[in-house]
């Protein structure tokens, strides 16, 4: 079985997918790129998590149209990670979302989960999935803006 | 030292650290609530202030019908893990609490990542974070129980 991601719920400041894998060679992602499900721009409603996804053709906050240059870009707009400093930094005034797992069945913590330049567009964020076992395991996988009225 | 956290999001409701296992013995990383230098609950939120501050200063100015002065683990789990089943007082008490939560980033045999509230010598609440034997990186998350607006 490859790794599959499956989209279970979608509100306008939340995400939730099933991640479902019982093979450690399989990583899986999920673009920005307006393609088939799973995609941060296909999946979401209006809201920030369709905007923080089209970064490349709408700029966002203090990253400009054409899109993310770096991985820590990445990391701030899906994982909330400022820690590397401008030109995204503490005190920029910008929502962005963090990325949770929560197991359902398998064994502990089974999963790994980074933000990535593409995969499939460089210039566009996006999630990857690394599974670590080889047993099947399963997860939730949040994709959120923390705190906002209405998920 | 094995574990090591770094601040990388300070909001009003949340603080967001990445958290480090160089792979080498002795994993174990306490995160203070005393202001001393970074990680530290107070030290972290001087520049976010809002509820998790406020529940961070609970031994100093007390926080609900939590007094001021030293606490006990119980009731550092029901500040920090939002367990209230053991603390007195106990659930019946109307007051917003944290919960911590870890999500793996990277690390190909990544260790398992633990972490609970207990108190220091004095009675401070303190957040420990443990991890098996093993390089690898994780998110992990201190913020309000229940989704407040303005994570």
Same mark, same amino acid.
């Given at each position: 079985m490859a790794t599959t991601i499956t989209l279970v719920y979608a509100g306008h400041n939340r995400l939730r997918y099933l991640v479902v894998s019982d093979d450690a060679s399989a990583p899986a992602s999920i673009p920005? !790129?307006?393609?088939?499900? $799973?995609?941060l721009i296909t999946d979401s409603l209006a809201g920030p998590i369709k905007e923080i996804a089209s970064v490349k053709t709408k700029g966002y906050g203090v990253i400009p !149209?054409?899109?993310?240059?770096t991985q820590a870009q990445a990391r701030a707009l899906l994982?909330?990670?400022?820690?590397?400093? $401008?030109?995204?930094?503490?005190?920029?005034?910008m929502v962005t979302c963090t990325s949770r797992l929560t197991m359902? =069945?398998?064994?502990?913590?089974a999963f790994l989960v980074d933000a990535v330049r593409?995969? !499939?567009?460089?210039a566009t964020p996006g999630i990857t999935i690394t599974p670590l076992s080889g047993s099947a395991a399963s997860a939730y996988l949040d994709i959120e803006v923390g705190g906002a009225i209405g998920a | 030292m094995a574990v090591t956290a770094l601040l990388v999001n300070a909001r009003a409701n949340r603080l967001r650290y990445l958290l480090t296992q160089?792979?080498?013995?002795g994993t174990t990383l306490t995160i203070t609530?005393?202001?001393?230098?970074? $990680?530290?609950l107070l030290t972290d939120t001087t520049n976010a202030p809002g509820k998790i501050r406020t529940i961070a200063k609970a031994f100093t100015d007390g926080y609900g019908a939590f007094p001021a002065g030293a606490l006990n683990q119980a009731q550092a789990r029901a500040l920090?893990?939002?367990?209230?089943?053991?603390? =007195?007082?106990? =659930?019946?008490?109307v007051i917003m609490t944290a919960r911590c939560e870890i999500t793996p980033r990277t690390g190909a045999t990544a260790p398992a990542w633990n972490v609970d509230a207990n108190v220091d010598g004095g009675g401070h609440p303190i957040l420990s974070i443990s991890a098996q034997a093993g390089a690898g990186t994780a998110y992990l998350d201190v913020e309000l129980e229940g989704g407040a607006i303005g994570a």
């Open positions: 920005s !790129v307006g393609g088939p499900s $799973p995609d !149209v054409g899109g993310i240059t994982l909330s990670d400022l820690g590397a400093g $401008p030109p995204i930094a503490f005190g920029q005034e359902r =069945s398998g064994g502990a913590r593409g995969p !499939v567009d460089l | 160089d792979g080498n013995a609530s005393t202001g001393a230098a970074t $990680p530290d920090w893990m939002s367990d209230r089943i053991a603390a =007195s007082p106990g =659930s019946t008490e």
